[in-house]
């Protein structure tokens, strides 16, 4: 299956993706990655890998809907099959959201419906929630709304900050990711009206809930 991963930043789940396309555990062609940052080390990891590595800087465009225009056009020169959000930061317009509904997934770092938008890592440690965690789902229109696939959860410890927190909820973000990504590739994971299926079978709203505790 061809994929297209947008990047923003770091690239750490892209290379998840990178590994497990290259280990054969993922049935999945990257046929291009693209960035709407500049210099970022996600662009990097896609040339080392001999991917395809595209900027469409954001800041070259006077509105959303003509940054959006373009990065639709770009995307589907690759006839990519799949969309992956990974650590991509842009809003998208519902024209975008639209035109690849049931075929565009995103990794959000938060137990959602908590904590959709940014910053959740602080936001949890304010709460003093004693679990957090991260969430694969389908991109619609709605912010971080749309239909859960997978979560895994982890604890909140002590003497946690955002970034230890972070570090802890993005070893399970590099287990998921491929895992919902896989089993979108084979077609056990569709969306259907809103909802999120797997093998046939609607899942709960809060989506799969992977245990990788060690
Ligand atoms: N677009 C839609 N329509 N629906 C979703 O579910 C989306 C989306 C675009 C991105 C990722 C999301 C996340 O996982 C995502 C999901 C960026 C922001 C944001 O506020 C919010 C959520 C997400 C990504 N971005 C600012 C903006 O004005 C820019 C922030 C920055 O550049 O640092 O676009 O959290
Ligand atoms: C990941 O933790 C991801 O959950 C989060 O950004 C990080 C990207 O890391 N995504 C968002 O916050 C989306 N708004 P990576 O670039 O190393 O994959």
Redesign the pocket.
């Known amino acids: 299956m061809k994929v297209v991963v947008l990047v ?1 930043g770091g690239g750490s789940n892209l290379q998840a993706l990178i590994d497990g396309q290259q280990d054969g555990s993922l049935p999945i062609e990257i046929a291009a990655v693209i960035s709407n940052r500049p210099g970022v080390k996600g662009l990097d990891r896609a040339r080392d890998n001999g991917i395809s590595a595209e900027l469409l800087d954001h800041k070259n465009f006077d509105s959303r809907d003509d940054f959006d225009a373009s990065l639709m056009n770009l995307i589907d020169s690759f006839d990519a099959e799949l969309i992956v ?1 990974a650590g ?7 024209q ?2 639209g035109h690849y509904v049931g075929r565009m997934l ?4 938060s137990l959602l419906p908590k904590y ?3 910053h959740t890592h602080q936001r949890a440690l304010d709460a003093a929630d004693s679990e957090h965690g991260v969430s694969v ?1 389908f ?8 239909p859960i696939a997978i979560q895994a959860r982890v604890p909140v410890l002590l003497d946690d900050d955002a970034n230890s927190l972070a570090k802890r909820v993005q070893a399970q973000e590099h287990v998921i990711y491929p895992l919902a990504v896989k089993w979108f590739a084979l077609q056990r994971l569709t969306m259907k009206d809103n909802l999120a299926v797997l093998d046939n079978k609607v899942l709960p709203n809060n989506g799969y809930q992977i245990d990788t505790s060690v």
Not at 106 to 109: A, F, G, Q, R, T
Not at 139 to 145: I, P, R, S
């Open positions: 923003s959000l991509f930061m842009r809003i998208l317009t519902p975008f959201t995103n990794i959000h770092p959709q938008g940014l789902h991109v619609t229109a709605e912010l971080d709304g749309g």
